[in-house]
């Protein structure tokens, strides 16, 4: 299984993306991840990506396409696995295209999960992430049993810096001019399947197995 989540923020590629990867046990690509971790730990990529990531635009390129085609050719993405926000621009749907035309692979599937604007400021203003283990919850929509406290594993829930409501905006802006013009990209190579992400978390994910299948 090689899948590619695609949407805008607030969309629930990570939350779909974590249900998807337990089933299929294919490891978990967040380029936002590895960023978010690259930048606490201050390492070279961080440095050179905070900047990006506070504004809400994207990081160039380059410095992403690096990451991905490195992390791809590790052992354990051999038999398969799940891209969620990467690729984001035209250049880098090509990367992604050619690396894995050199390995001798292809896509299984892009799945676009589609969700009105205004639900989307709802979902990111409401989020909290958890500091130690990185699970995601919602408020309103998929609150912790016990305020502020993660239920896996007990760490602080905090709030993204990006999704302040100024940065939301700019976010979603840049995915529109961005990022949008890759769904009739993959809609050309027939395997975008477009879910309606509007509905609650099981019915989405109950939708993207059973086109899977
Ligand atoms: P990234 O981390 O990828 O952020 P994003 O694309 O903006 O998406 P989000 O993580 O905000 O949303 P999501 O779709 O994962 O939603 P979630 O499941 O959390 O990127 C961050 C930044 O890194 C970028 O701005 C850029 O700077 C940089 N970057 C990353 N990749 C890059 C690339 N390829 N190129 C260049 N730069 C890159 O859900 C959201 C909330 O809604 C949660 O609270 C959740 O609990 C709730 N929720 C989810 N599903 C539902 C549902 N069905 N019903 C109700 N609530 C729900
Ligand atoms: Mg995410
Ligand atoms: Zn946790």
């Known amino acids: 299984m090689r899948i590619v989540l695609l949407g805008p923020p607030g969309a629930g590629k990570g939350t779909q993306g974590e249900l998807l990867v337990k089933k299929y046990k ?5 380029t936002g991840d590895i ?22 635009e994207l990081v160039p390129d380059g410095l992403v396409v690096g990451i991905v085609k490195e992390r791809l050719a590790r052992e354990d993405a051999a038999s398969g696995f799940l891209l969620d ?10 990367a992604l295209d050619a690396s894995l035309r050199e390995m001798g692979m292809q896509l299984t599937a892009v799945i676009n999960v589609d969700v009105d604007t205004e639900i989307l400021l709802e979902r990111l203003t409401g989020r909290r992430v958890c500091r130690d283990c990185g699970a995601t919850y919602h408020i309103k929509f998929n609150p912790p049993t016990v305020r502020c406290v993660c239920d896996k594993c007990g760490g602080e829930l905090y709030q993204r810096e990006d999704d302040a409501a100024e940065t939301v905006r700019q976010r979603l802006e840049v995915y529109r001019k961005q990022t949008e013009p890759l769904i009739a990209y993959y809609k050309e190579q027939n395997i975008l ?13 109950a939708d993207i197995i059973e086109f899977l299948q």
Do not use: C, M, N, W
């Open 26 to 30: 294919i490891p978990h690509v967040s």
């Open 35 to 56: 960023l978010r971790a690259a930048i606490k730990e201050e390492t070279e990529l961080g440095q050179k990506a905070k900047v990006y990531v506070e504004r809400g």
């Open 85 to 94: 926000g990467f690729p984001r621009t035209p250049a880098q749907a090509e």
């Open 193 to 205: 399947y477009t879910v309606d992400g509007s509905q609650e978390i099981e019915q989405v994910f």
